[in-house]
């Protein structure tokens, strides 16, 4: 396997893995220890996961595209502790909502709104995973936080069953399981996340995804994984891009800081650069108060 791969591969996670458990998989299969993640899935998830291979990895943190699609089964009359189906039952009863009523209470949820995250989830408190609290039977206080929900729209609701499907767009950091349960609390019935795949992250949607049973097929045969592996730079199509120079090439490339009308750049923004060869180099912010074409993030 070629160990200078670098770019991004758009990973369909199945269920019943951790996000680490896809880079584990992957490390063993390419032969390669610098690969990344970019939001982390539940195991019981499944959909997109974008992995960053090699000089990629750098852009696992600053990847400007922060928003995400989901599709979520779910279930009224039931609370879980997990407030997924995996989780231990802590109440069940009867449920009589209808879609109208689930389809006005929806509206609450819509926009920029407080939650607060589940104690069966990977954030910290106090230097310890509220999950591992959560194991140890131990309940702590989480501090609410701000989240955006763009759309959520009920493609599925059986009303004798009080099961459906929800397809929800947000920003990065949202619960799925927790809009699910605070629905469920808002409603007066309780109610739990059944399946979840992200349709989409990072700007990649499913259609761009592989399984580990494809690019595993891919090296068994020889072909290799390179035609599935999206350049660097496509994270940040939403930038402009500036091509310098061969001078300028040179003096970026060794850490000058160029002014904004050497290469034509309009403060206040973040472009993608590359060097005269055309050859992806990184990012750069246009600085309006010193006139400086600062270095963000190095590729090279």
């Known amino acids: 396997m070629n160990r200078e791969l670098n770019g991004i591969i ?7 893995f951790t996000s680490f458990d896809v880079i584990a998989k992957l490390r063993g299969m390419l032969h390669i220890k610098r690969l990344g ?15 960053f291979i090699g000089k990629a ?3 696992c943190d600053i990847i400007p595209n922060n928003g995400k699609s989901y599709k979520a089964g779910f279930k009224f009359g039931i609370k879980t502790d997990t407030q997924d189906i ?6 069940e009863g009867n449920s009589f909502i209808t879609k109208g009523v689930l389809t006005d209470k929806i509206q609450m949820f819509l926009g920029e709104t407080e939650q607060i995250p589940p104690m069966y989830s990977a954030v910290s408190v106090g230097g310890k995973r509220l999950y591992e609290l959560a194991r140890e039977g131990k309940e702590t206080k989480r501090n609410p936080r701000k989240i955006f929900v763009d759309s959520i729209d009920v493609v599925e609701f059986d009303e004798t069953l009080q099961t459906g499907v929800m397809n929800i767009q947000c920003s990065k950091g949202t619960y799925i399981r927790t809009i699910i349960h605070d629905l469920g609390e808002a409603l007066g019935t309780g109610g739990v996340l059944t399946s979840l795949e992200r349709m989409s992250s990072s700007g990649y949607d499913i259609s761009q995804s592989h399984t580990l049973e494809e690019i595993q097929s891919l090296i068994d045969s020889g ?3 390179e035609e599935l592996i999206y350049p660097i730079e496509s994270a940040f199509d939403r930038y402009g891009k500036i091509v310098l120079n061969q001078k300028h090439t040179r003096l970026y490339k060794n850490g000058v800081k160029l002014r904004l009308e050497q290469v034509d750049a309009v403060g206040g923004n973040i472009y993608r650069v590359y060097s005269s060869e055309n050859s992806f180099l990184g990012l750069a912010y246009a600085d309006a108060q010193t006139n400086e074409f600062i270095i963000k993030k190095n590729f090279f």
């Open 86 to 91: 995996t989780g231990k039952i802590i109440f």
């Open 57 to 59: 990895t750098k852009a």
């Open 10 to 16: 758009i990973i369909n996670k199945p269920k019943g």
């Open 223 to 225: 072909t290799g994984i």
């Open 37 to 51: 993640h970019a939001g982390t899935l539940d195991p019981m998830a499944t959909g997109v996961l974008p992995v």
